[in-house]
């Protein structure tokens, strides 16, 4: 709207300065009227220009920043589902989790279906298969976590903002409620520094292709996920956070 505003003025001044011309300025003099408006026309096309870009340069220097937040977010969802495998519940203790992260063990599991002869009564024997859920061993959780930086995971990138992280219980059927967890950030530490009102857009956006509302978050608190609210091209590789 400011770039259209400022054409439609440069339009209106441009066939005023025109009509002056014209009107009152001598043959003579006009070729330093010329000069005067080649400037102005410089100036004024360098302008449009940028007024062009800025929101263009915003969207790639934002893609750039939320992915290597979403890429710590992504972190803290893997540990708080690997500690739910453990102790049926997650957690919102940051020392413990990234603790967790290092000391942690999981269970290595194998099913096996075992016959068994059931007595219906009467001598009459019937074969039964179940299924037995065998405990083979464990293996450490930092195997899942191998060359990351988990340690660092709560800090968000290129801020002095640490994530905040909360847990809960939602019902998911009548009757049963199950754990949740949400680790989140407000966008704006996150865009400090870039034009006042795109950030202001940005913080209002509701379309698919956008990390939509006031925060970046993975989780909830008020329905069953372990998703993020970024859209999906944010989960197709790492390429865009190392742009820097």
Same mark, same amino acid.
């Given at each position: 709207?400011?770039?259209? &505003?400022?054409?439609?003025?440069?339009?209106?001044? @441009?066939?005023? &300065?025109?009509?002056? =011309? =014209?009107?009152?300025?001598?043959? +003579?003099?006009?070729? !330093?009227?010329?000069?005067?408006?080649?400037? *102005?026309? $410089?100036?004024?096309?360098?302008?449009?220009?940028?007024?062009?870009?800025?929101? $263009?340069?915003?969207?790639?220097?934002?893609?750039?920043?939320?992915?290597?937040?979403?890429?710590?977010? +992504?972190?803290?969802?893997?540990?708080?589902? +690997?500690? %739910?495998?453990?102790?049926?519940?997650?957690?919102?203790?940051?020392?413990?989790?990234?603790?967790? =992260?290092?000391?942690?063990?999981?269970?290595?599991?194998?099913?096996?279906?075992?016959?068994?002869?059931?007595?219906?009564?009467?001598? $009459?024997?019937?074969?039964?298969?179940?299924?037995?859920?065998?405990?083979?061993?464990? /293996?450490?959780?930092?195997?899942?976590?191998?060359?990351?930086?988990?340690?660092?995971?709560?800090?968000?990138?290129?801020?002095? #903002?640490?994530? #905040? !992280?909360?847990?809960?219980?939602? #019902? %998911?059927? *009548?009757? &049963?409620?199950?754990?949740?967890? /949400? *680790?989140?950030?407000?966008?704006?530490?996150?865009?400090?520094?870039?034009?006042?009102?795109?950030?202001?857009?940005? !913080?209002?956006?509701?379309?698919?292709?956008?990390?939509?509302?006031?925060?970046?978050?993975?989780?909830?608190?008020?329905?069953?996920?372990?998703?993020?609210?970024?859209?999906?091209?944010?989960?197709?590789?790492?390429? $865009? @956070?190392? #742009?820097?």
């Amino acid at each position: 709207m400011n770039l259209l &505003l400022m054409i439609l003025a440069a339009v209106v001044v @441009a066939f005023l &300065l025109a009509m002056f =011309v =014209v009107k009152f300025v001598p043959l +003579k003099m006009r070729w !330093l009227v010329s000069l005067a408006l080649l400037a *102005a026309s $410089i100036f004024l096309a360098i302008k449009i220009y940028d007024g062009i870009m800025e929101p $263009i340069n915003f969207n790639k220097d934002k893609k750039v920043r939320y992915a290597k937040v979403i890429k710590n977010l +992504k972190l803290i969802r893997d540990a708080e589902v +690997k500690y %739910k495998e453990v102790y049926g519940n997650f957690t919102s203790n940051k020392d413990s989790l990234i603790s967790f =992260v290092e000391n942690g063990k999981l269970a290595l599991t194998e099913t096996k279906n075992v016959e068994e002869k059931v007595d219906k009564g009467g001598g $009459i024997f019937v074969t039964v298969s179940k299924k037995v859920i065998d405990t083979i061993g464990y /293996e450490p959780v930092l195997r899942y976590f191998e060359g990351k930086n988990y340690k660092d995971m709560f800090s968000v990138p290129g801020t002095e #903002e640490h994530f #905040e !992280l909360a847990i809960g219980r939602v #019902e %998911k059927v *009548a009757g &049963l409620e199950v754990p949740v967890f /949400e *680790a989140k950030v407000s966008k704006k530490p996150i865009l400090k520094g870039m034009n006042p009102s795109l950030i202001k857009a940005e !913080l209002e956006a509701i379309e698919s292709d956008q990390i939509k509302g006031e925060f970046v978050s993975v989780g909830s608190l008020t329905e069953v996920t372990t998703g993020g609210n970024w859209p999906p091209y944010y989960d197709k590789g790492e390429a $865009i @956070a190392k #742009e820097e």
